[in-house]
């Protein structure tokens, strides 16, 4: 089954505590990408990555970090967590159809 | 400066109606336009898309309109149903690059 796959589903966590969130995808696509989304802001790109090893920033990168390594996998790693990025995540995947599959996302507590 | 707007945060409709959606954009480089559909504790998933190089695109019970000198998209639902109470997200890009989201419509359809 085509998916994205993300984990941890929910992480408490506390502030200055570095954490990884894994994206992974079986679709063999090249374009991936991570968003947030928060109340009455709708879906706000962090970063994404147009292959292996090719990454840039979305409109809300600071505090968060990514790597492209393989091209099924996709970390959004935060270095350094604050309250400010309490939010709902999703990654997402875009081959050669323009649409993006988007994983089951990830809700992030920072205390 | 937020290039893609949905103006309207929710929309009720009853049940076999027509639902309409609308989203502005200021970006005359957009290219390609997309709805996504977003249930609770849910990726969004694709819709339906249209290239700019049409004004109309059909799927089903979804039509997709592009009024290009007006920077303006709708989406139609006819009839509308209680599966399609969701949030509705309009999305653009330019070419191969990044995806700009609006910040959602929620959709009510009454019984």
């Known amino acids: 089954e085509a998916q994205v796959t993300q984990n941890p589903r929910y992480l408490i966590t506390v502030t200055g505590k570095k954490l990884t969130v894994t994206c992974s995808q079986n679709?063999?696509?090249?374009?991936m990408s991570w968003y947030r989304q928060d109340p009455g802001l709708g879906l706000r790109q962090i970063y994404y990555?147009?292959?292996?090893?090719?990454?840039d920033k979305g409109d809300v990168p600071e505090g968060y970090k990514v790597s492209r390594k393989e091209k099924r996998n996709f970390p959004l790693i935060l270095e350094s967590p604050s309250p400010n990025q309490t939010s709902l995540y999703f990654c997402?995947?875009?081959?050669?159809?323009?649409?993006?599959?988007f994983g089951p996302g990830t809700r992030l507590t920072v205390t | 400066d937020q290039q893609v707007k949905q103006n309207s945060p929710s929309l009720s409709v009853q049940e076999g109606r027509i639902s309409i959606l609308n989203c502005d954009y200021t970006?005359?480089?957009?290219?390609?336009f997309l709805w996504y559909k977003k249930y609770p504790a849910e990726g969004p998933t694709f819709l339906i898309s249209?290239?700019?190089?049409?004004d109309k695109n059909e799927d089903g019970r979804f039509t997709v309109f592009l009024n290009k000198s007006a920077k303006h998209l709708s989406l139609h639902i006819v009839p509308s149903q209680p599966g399609d109470s969701a949030v509705y997200f309009c999305?653009?890009?330019?070419?191969?690059?990044?995806?700009?989201f609006g910040d959602g419509t929620t959709l009510t359809v009454k019984p």
């Open positions: 997402a995947s875009r081959g050669g159809s323009r649409e993006q599959y």
């Open positions: 679709m063999n696509h090249e374009y």
């Open positions: 990555s147009m292959n292996v090893e090719v990454t």
């Open positions: 970006n005359s480089m957009f290219d390609y």
């Open positions: 249209i290239s700019s190089i049409k």
């Open positions: 999305a653009a890009r330019q070419g191969a690059g990044k995806s700009t």
